[in-house]
């Protein structure tokens, strides 16, 4: 019986082509609209339904009613039932590796955006920043320039602004501050994150001496703090964060307490000076909570102000009084009975 050479294993019985195993993988979740991978890769990397769905703006329910949908019409579990905190199955782990590939897929098929010319604004925010409020403010404010939110990376909080990707960004100081304008906007605590059964959860504030016997977890790499706190969770130990970023990462099974003596870190906002456009001085004055009245705002946006070509309404008919003479209230002006000169 003859050997089975290279061509046969390549093309399998009577020629016909047999997919690798990672094309047969894709192959079967390609019929799956890509937007609800892209909501499936979130939960599965966040490993959480309610952090997923804020990040993505849907309801928290309807994230989970379309995971729900995914397994049925795969006829199996993606996430491990019951799980805490949420554990992916087998399948999930594999429908993962395949939607990224799906999704980076369609996206090199998508064609490019055109620019329409409208104007736009592009901020950027590092992790555990919220800028809601500043997004609801500019929305009323001026409905017709639209506010691009761009979630950046803490790693490329500078290299996102110095290369134009966006025009002004929520940054974690410090950073290096050359050619570049920064606000501070607020300081943010430093907490310790533990397991919720372990010791230091029954202080209220703990301190670095508190701490000496302890296992820390590196935790400088903010970009990676989910990670952290799985392993916080599944090793003990403990891992010192800014509270906002403890509070985007929380989880059931930790809890974090104020620390005494470690510096805080600080929220600014920062943009490149050369790029200093009145779109970015309109941004600046809505987070520093100036009015839509305010002399910077643009015309379409302020209450409007008297021409200055407007006429001046007419005085009164009392001659003015001659320069270097008494007011005319003191010009022998008889006072109306009955009437008190406020204090």
């Not at 294993?9 to 690798?20: K, R, Y």
């Not at 094309?23 to 890509?34: K, L, M, N, P």
């Not at 009323?140 to 025009?167: C, K, T, W, Y």
Request: with cysteine.
């Amino acid at each position: 019986m003859s050997g089975q050479g290279p061509e046969d294993t390549a093309s399998g019985i009577g020629g016909e082509a047999v997919p690798a195993p990672g094309e047969a993988v894709s192959g079967r979740f390609a019929a799956i609209e890509v937007q609800r991978l892209r909501w499936f890769v979130a939960v599965a990397e966040e490993l959480h339904f309610a952090r997923a769905a804020r990040d993505l703006g849907i309801a928290r329910q309807r994230l989970s009613r379309t995971v729900i949908e995914l397994e049925e019409e795969l006829g199996t579990k993606l996430f491990v039932p019951g799980s805490q905190p949420t554990e992916l199955a087998e399948s999930g782990r594999e429908l993962l590796a395949a939607a990224k590939d799906l999704i980076a897929a369609a996206e090199a098929a998508e064609p490019e955006p055109v620019d329409d010319g409208a104007e736009r604004l592009r901020v950027g925010f590092v992790p555990g920043v919220t800028v809601t409020k500043w997004e609801r403010i500019w929305a009323d404010r001026f409905p017709d320039i639209r506010l691009h939110l761009v979630n950046v990376p803490m790693a490329e909080q500078e290299s996102a602004l110095r290369e134009g990707r966006v025009d002004m960004c929520f940054v974690r100081l410090p950073m290096d501050r050359e050619g570049m304008n920064a606000i501070p906007l607020y300081r943010e605590v430093p907490v310790v994150v533990v397991p919720k059964d372990h010791p230091i959860s029954l202080f209220d504030q703990v301190s670095t001496a508190d701490l000496a016997d302890e296992r820390m977890q590196d935790a400088a790499d903010l970009d990676a703090a989910a990670m952290t706190m799985e392993l916080v969770a599944a090793v003990s130990g403990a891992a010192i964060v800014p509270h906002s970023i403890a509070r985007l990462h929380h989880r059931k099974d930790l809890v974090y307490r104020t620390m005494t003596d470690v510096p805080e870190t600080e929220i600014a906002l920062a943009w490149p000076v050369a790029r200093t456009t009145e779109l970015v001085e309109e941004f600046v004055g809505v987070v520093r909570g100036r009015s839509a009245n305010s002399s910077r705002a643009p015309q379409a946006a302020r209450t409007p102000e008297r021409s200055a070509k407007q006429p001046v309404r007419k005085q009164s008919g009392k001659p003015a009084a001659k320069q270097g003479g008494k007011p005319a209230a003191r010009q022998g002006a008889a006072k109306k009975p009955g009437k008190r000169r406020g204090r």
